[in-house]
C-alpha cells in the first residue's frame, strides 16, 4: 500500500503509463507541461490530494500556503486541449472548490 499524502507534497507512485511522470520522465518533444493551483473545501484537501494521485493524472502534487491548497503539476500530449483534461479529469475530483490552470511554454 502506498502512504497517505504528507504534509510536504504528494506520495511518489510509479505510474503505468509512459508520460504521465512520476518516475517515468515524460518525452518533451511531444508533451506539454502545465500547472494547476486548487482551492479545496475546508478540510478536503488531503482528500483532493490523494483522489489526483489515486487517478493517475498528476506528475507532482504540492500542499501551499495562501489563497489555493494544492499546486499541481500536470503533463498532457501536444495536442490534447488543457481546457477540456481539466475540465473533464480534473474538476471531477470531489471537493475542488475553484482552480486557476498556469500554462507553460518553455523550460530554461
Given at each position: 500500500?502506498?502512504?497517505?499524502?504528507?504534509?510536504?507534497?504528494?506520495?511518489?507512485?510509479?505510474?503505468?503509463?509512459?508520460?504521465?511522470?512520476?518516475?517515468?520522465?515524460?518525452?518533451?518533444?511531444?508533451m506539454t507541461p502545465f500547472f494547476v493551483l486548487i482551492k479545496a473545501q475546508l478540510g478536503r484537501a488531503y482528500?483532493?490530494?490523494?483522489?489526483?494521485?489515486?487517478?493517475?493524472?498528476?506528475?507532482?502534487?504540492?500542499?501551499?500556503?495562501?489563497?489555493?491548497?494544492?499546486?499541481?503539476?500536470?503533463?498532457?500530449?501536444?495536442?490534447?486541449?488543457?481546457?477540456?483534461?481539466?475540465?473533464?479529469?480534473?474538476?471531477?475530483?470531489?471537493?475542488?472548490?475553484?482552480?486557476?490552470?498556469?500554462?507553460?511554454?518553455?523550460?530554461?
Open positions: 500500500m502506498v502512504p497517505k499524502l504528507g504534509v510536504r507534497g504528494a506520495r511518489n507512485k510509479s505510474l503505468k503509463r509512459p508520460g504521465l511522470s512520476g518516475h517515468l520522465p515524460p518525452r518533451r518533444d511531444r482528500e483532493v490530494a490523494n483522489a489526483l494521485a489515486d487517478a493517475e493524472i498528476a506528475s507532482e502534487i504540492y500542499s501551499t500556503a495562501g489563497d489555493y491548497d494544492l499546486l499541481v503539476k500536470f503533463y498532457v500530449d501536444r495536442d490534447t486541449d488543457i481546457g477540456h483534461f481539466v475540465n473533464e479529469k480534473v474538476h471531477a475530483v470531489p471537493g475542488i472548490l475553484d482552480t486557476k490552470t498556469i500554462i507553460t511554454f518553455k523550460a530554461f
